[in-house]
């Protein structure tokens, strides 16, 4: 399967096999106007498998959530067909709206309109909690 | 504008401002009868708790200021299905100053963000009491003359009880302070709060299953009732609510300076002959709740006895 490189754009690579559909949505992807490509299962040395997504003619988009997804991605900034810019991800101080609180006796499940943010409390363990009751990612 | 949301919001030295404020409104009360003139405190209260709003209601009226308000959702357009945001939109217009309690945790918080006047935590379901918390700070501050340099004992439910998890916190900022956790198994202190307090801050503490084996050593007692609120299951709160009782014949081997505290209502856990003991300081402490509120207050709206 061929799938063209693009000239001006966004690169995300090392993705965990799987995942890419999870990260599309996520980043909004299927909002964008532009050409997005999704590759699932590309060879790779260092994985075996991984995923990739090609995103065209944008630069402008919010990437932070990528470390809570998966740390190991590898953005990769495109210009002028070359890389301008390689960067690892890193774990988000906040995540706002990609996971909600479990927790039954927290406001957010029943308050309306309201963002569901979580902070990083523990950058080693990969802790986040809820902004408004603490309580832990997993906890519920 | 400063909120007060979670007990540590404050910073040690602000604490300190407080209770040194508090402790002129007491020898001094009649020079903070008019700081709150023309002020409203809006008490927001989704769930009933009688101590709490009378609590701060006395306080503001104490300072010369007026009060409104509700006592349950039932009375509110809570019960029409109107948000936090939205009532707190509305209140916040009428009052200086919002004092809220809520059965949701986190709801205070949302409060704040939409608030035009400062919000303070009158307690949201398990989660935090800050005012609780600047209570038990005022109180060990009366009756010991300072905040450091000693061993504190917390009794009865340390797993759901956040007023333990708060005060915990809230003195594990002070030097040379030693805890010793009693409860049953199943109520012991979560483990996240040993991690993130006493170790990641190398504080000394212990856990043991009975009061009499560690009462010669504490300068503070800290009981706590096990709340049937706070327990899905029916079964289990039945099981552990008469886990730890503080009689006088437990008393006897306690020192004489010590210092019995309670966030109450209490139920059964202490029993009402320890009420005649100088030690007990439980009655003491809603008093002082009291005037660590009226120095919250004034903090908050900015206002001081020595404007004028």
Do not use: W
């Not at chain 1, 980043?27 to 498998?49: E, H, Q, R, T, Y």
């Not at chain 1, 995103?55 to 959530?65: Q, S």
């Not at chain 1, 927790?103 to 569901?116: A, F, K, L, Q, Y």
């Not at chain 2, 709003?53 to 200021?65: K, N, P, T, V």
Request: aromatic share 8%.
């Amino acid at each position: 399967m061929k799938i063209d490189s693009i000239k001006n754009g966004i690169v995300l690579d090392h993705i965990q096999a799987g995942k890419s559909m999870q990260i599309y949505h996520y980043l909004g992807l299927d909002k964008l106007d532009c050409s997005v490509a999704i590759i699932k299962n590309a060879v790779s040395n260092k994985m075996g498998k991984k995923d990739i997504i090609k995103i065209a003619d944008t630069l402008d988009i919010n990437l932070d959530v990528l470390g809570y997804v998966d740390p190991d991605i590898t953005v990769c900034y495109i210009k002028d067909s070359k890389i301008a810019k390689k960067k690892h991800v890193e774990l988000p101080e906040r995540i706002t709206n990609i996971i909600r609180c479990k927790n039954p006796r927290c406001i957010t499940s029943v308050e309306r309109g309201i963002d569901h943010v979580f902070k990083l409390a523990d950058r080693e363990n990969r802790i986040y909690r809820c902004i408004y009751c603490e309580a832990k990612k997993s906890e519920y | 504008m400063k909120h007060l949301i979670d007990p540590m919001d404050l910073s040690v030295q602000e604490i300190d401002h407080m209770l040194h404020l508090a402790d002129d409104i007491i020898a001094h009360k009649e020079k903070y009868r008019e700081v709150c003139r023309y002020k409203k405190l809006a008490t927001l209260f989704f769930e009933p708790s009688t101590r709490t709003r009378l609590s701060f209601e006395a306080a503001m009226l104490e300072l010369g200021g007026s009060v409104l308000g509700f006592s349950s959702a039932d009375s509110s357009s809570s019960a029409k299905g109107e948000s936090v945001s939205d009532t707190v939109q509305v209140v916040s217009g009428y009052a200086d100053i919002i004092a809220m309690r809520h059965p949701k945790e986190g709801a205070p918080h949302v409060a704040a963000r939409r608030s035009m006047v400062p919000v303070i935590n009158a307690g949201d379901g398990g989660h935090n009491h800050p005012t609780q918390t600047l209570t038990d700070l005022m109180t060990i501050y009366r009756e010991k003359g300072r905040l450091d340099n000693m061993t504190i004992g917390l009794c009865g439910d340390l797993k759901f009880g956040r007023t333990v998890h708060s005060i915990i916190k809230a003195m594990s900022r002070y030097e040379n302070i030693h805890f010793v956790m009693i409860s049953p198994e199943e109520l012991r202190l979560p483990e996240y709060i040993i991690k993130d307090v006493f170790e990641k801050k190398q504080i000394s503490y212990k856990e043991v299953r009975t009061m009499e084996e560690v009462m010669p050593e504490l300068d503070i007692l800290y009981m706590t009732r096990v709340q049937r609120e706070r327990f899905f299951n029916e079964a289990d709160y039945i099981r552990l609510k008469d886990s730890f009782i503080l009689d006088t014949y437990k008393l006897k081997r306690a020192k004489q300076d010590l210092c019995i505290m309670h966030p109450l209502p209490r139920v059964n856990e202490i029993d009402i002959k320890v009420d005649d003991d100088p030690r007990a300081c439980y009655f003491k402490q809603t008093l002082y709740g009291k005037y660590i509120r009226m120095a919250l207050i004034m903090t908050l709206l900015g206002v001081s006895a020595d404007e004028d």
